[in-house]
C-alpha cells in the first residue's frame, strides 16, 4: 500500500478506486486474512487521501464481508476462512503434483526455549510439535514446530488438528500471516523415525521457517526436512 493518489483521478470516484485497489490486494494475498490493517490516519497519508475517503473505502469493503471492525483494536482484512486459505501458506507438493496434506503427530511438549531458537516471543518457554507430514498416503516430510508460549498454558495432544494454522486460528484465537522460508538441504534430525533412515538421501531438502502473526509479531519457528525424491517446495 505505497501508492499514492491524487484526491481526484479521472471519472470513477476517489473512495471506489481505493476499494478495488484493496480488494486486489486483499484477494491476491498481500494483504493476507487477518491482516490488522495500519490506523486510518497513517493510512490516509501514505495513500496521500483524505481520512474521510479512505474511510468510505473502508467502509465498502466491510459491506462486501472484507473487512471486520473491531472497536478499540483496528480494521482486519477478512478474507474467506475455507480450507483452501488454512493451506495457503503450505508449499510441500509431490514431484507428480499437488496432494492432500495431513499430518500425525509424534509429540507435543511445553519445553524451555533452547539458546539456538530464533526469536519468537517474550516467554521463556515454547510449545515443540513434532510431527509426520503425510500429502495423500505418502510420508513426505518430517516437522519440527516452536510455538510461542504466550497463546497458550497447555497443548494437549488429542486437542491437535492436522491443520495447525487452523488450530492458531479456531482454538488459540491468532492467526498467521506472514512467513518467510529459507530453503537449503540438512541431514535428517536425531529424532527421525527408523524408517526414515533407510531412505537413500544424505542431504534432505530443509526449510526454515519464521511465521508472525496478524499483528506482524513473530509467533512461530519450523524446521521441516522432505524426501527431494519424491516431494518439492513450491512457493506460488
Known amino acids: 500500500m505505497s501508492k499514492n493518489y491524487p484526491e481526484t483521478l479521472g471519472r470513477v470516484p476517489l473512495a471506489d478506486q481505493i476499494t478495488e485497489m484493496l480488494v486486489r490486494e486483499i484477494k491476491t494475498g498481500i494483504l493476507p486474512d487477518g491482516e490488522r490493517l495500519p490506523p486510518e ?33 483496528g480494521n482486519y482484512v477478512n478474507n474467506s476462512l475455507d480450507e483452501a486459505n488454512v493451506y495457503a501458506l503450505f508449499r510441500l ?14 509429540s507435543v511438549e511445553r519445553l524451555a526455549k533452547p539458546a539456538q531458537l530464533p526469536p519468537i516471543g517474550d516467554t521463556a518457554h515454547a510449545f515443540r510439535f ?29 486437542t491437535v488438528p492436522d491443520s495447525l494454522y487452523r488450530f492458531y ?44 502473526d496478524q499483528d506482524g509479531q513473530p ?11 519424491q516431494v518439492r517446495f513450491v512457493s506460488r
Open 93 to 106: 507438493e509431490l514431484t507428480t503434483g499437488p496432494a492432500a496434506p495431513s499430518a500425525r503427530l509424534l
Open 41 to 73: 490516519r497513517s493510512m490516509a497519508e501514505r495513500l496521500n487521501i483524505s481520512v474521510g475517503t479512505l474511510r468510505k473505502a473502508l467502509a465498502e469493503l466491510e459491506n462486501r464481508g472484507l473487512l471486520t471492525r473491531v472497536q478499540g483494536s
Open 169 to 212: 486460528r479456531d482454538d488459540l484465537k491468532f492467526r498467521i500471516t506472514r512467513v518467510e522460508d529459507r530453503v537449503s538441504v540438512a541431514p535428517l534430525p536425531d529424532w527421525a523415525p527408523d524408517s526414515w533412515r533407510e531412505h537413500n538421501p544424505v542431504s534432505w531438502g530443509f526449510i526454515e521457517r519464521l511465521a508472525r
Open 130 to 158: 513434532r510431527r509426520i507430514r503425510i500429502l495423500d498416503t505418502t510420508e513426505a516430510a518430517l516437522e519440527e514446530i516452536w510455538l510461542d508460549g504466550r497463546y497458550a498454558d497447555q497443548i494437549e495432544a488429542h
Open 219 to 229: 509467533a512461530e519457528f519450523s524446521r521441516t526436512w522432505f524426501q527431494p525424491e
